[in-house]
């Protein structure tokens, strides 16, 4: 599927639909670029990029086959630092290091750069307290690790974000039930504010982000006008035929719509009409539902009312 969209002097973009699930092979080149997308405006106002790689002890890793207890300890990390007083914290999980094995390990970036060698033993000492308690450390004779490093320099820093930002669970078979419970988590946390200008630029290659990040806050990548993307999703062979032109993580640029279609064998002017009618159909189908879902609640409201008004549940 895929939704299409417009800009105030007609420009149309495309956006195919990502599941967006680390496992999925299908999506998951798309989806790791929409992600380094998504991230990077915040992350260009790291001038000084510190990054934090904390991993933790075999004998706990079973009690973190669990998204409740993988978003509380990414959050108590972020409030560690922010005590510390970084002013911009994210954090992002790896599962998987190696296939079939989970290795659950928290990746954070903040705005920190050199540490003196007492400050860093401080610091690496108050993230085990944060994440495992002392007794616990004591019995299972192990604890929580992390490592520290800092940069500047932008190649570094992209580098950083590509490898964050990447999939690790690649396989579904490694962990089938911890991929159902992993379905929905929201696996990114920002702590702080992140309202400051750009630090760095994209350098060489990686430049073509610049687009994506624009198409990433609903921008046309060149122009950036404001795209209203349709409310309803098409299929998108209805795309495909339109000669789209890929910009990178699935967003794809069309022809200005011909009006009217002067094609001979008349094939635009069936793709546009089928199109249409598709739209028109899902349209239809949307309010239809909310339709339903307001008489079924009047029903309700009126059987309460019978009832004497007392909230049934
Ligand atoms: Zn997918």
């Known amino acids: 599927m895929a939704i299409m969209g417009v800009t105030a002097t007609g420009q149309r973009i495309a956006k195919r639909v990502c599941c967006g699930r680390e496992p999925c092979e299908v999506c998951r080149e798309q989806s790791h670029q929409r992600r380094i997308a998504r991230v990077l405006p915040n992350l260009l106002q790291l001038d000084w990029m510190g990054y934090i790689d904390i991993t933790f002890p075999m004998e706990v890793r079973p009690l973190m086959r669990n998204p409740k207890v993988l978003a509380l300890l990414a959050k108590k990390v972020r409030r560690l630092l922010r005590r510390r007083g970084y002013r911009k914290v994210y954090t992002r999980w790896h599962f998987f290091g190696k296939p079939f094995v989970y290795h659950p390990h928290l990746n954070v970036f903040c705005d920190g750069g050199y540490l003196l060698p007492e400050q860093l033993a401080d610091l690496k000492d108050a993230i085990r307290r944060a994440l495992l308690p002392r007794s616990m450390a004591k019995l299972i004779d192990n604890d929580v690790n992390s490592h520290y490093d800092y940069t500047r320099d932008e190649a570094r820093k992209m580098n950083w974000v590509k490898y964050v930002t990447k999939a690790t669970f690649l396989d579904r078979e490694w962990d089938d039930q911890l991929a159902s419970m992993l379905y929905g988590?929201?696996?990114?946390?920002?702590?702080?504010?992140?309202?400051?200008?750009?630090?760095?630029?994209?350098?060489?290659?990686?430049?073509?982000?610049?687009?994506?990040?624009?198409?990433?806050?609903?921008?046309?990548?060149?122009?950036?006008?404001?795209?209203?993307?349709?409310?309803?999703?098409?299929?998108?062979?209805?795309?495909?035929?339109?000669?789209?032109?890929?910009?990178?993580?699935?967003?794809?640029?069309?022809?200005?719509?011909?009006?009217?279609?002067?094609?001979?064998?008349?094939?635009?002017?069936?793709?546009?009409?089928?199109?249409?009618?598709?739209?028109?159909?899902?349209?239809?189908?949307?309010?239809?539902?909310?339709?339903?879902?307001?008489?079924?609640?009047?029903?309700?409201?009126?059987?309460?009312?019978?009832?004497?008004?007392?909230?049934v549940r």
């Open 185 to 311: 988590f929201r696996n990114g946390g920002w702590a702080g504010t992140w309202n400051d200008l750009p630090a760095w630029k994209l350098t060489g290659t990686d430049k073509k982000y610049n687009a994506l990040i624009r198409l990433a806050k609903g921008l046309h990548p060149v122009l950036g006008e404001p795209i209203k993307w349709d409310s309803e999703p098409i299929p998108w062979v209805l795309i495909l035929t339109d000669n789209p032109i890929h910009l990178g993580g699935w967003y794809y640029r069309l022809p200005p719509a011909r009006s009217p279609p002067r094609r001979l064998d008349g094939l635009q002017d069936e793709l546009n009409r089928l199109r249409e009618r598709f739209q028109a159909r899902a349209k239809a189908r949307a309010e239809g539902a909310r339709a339903k879902a307001a008489a079924e609640a009047a029903v309700e409201a009126k059987y309460l009312a019978q009832l004497g008004g007392r909230a």
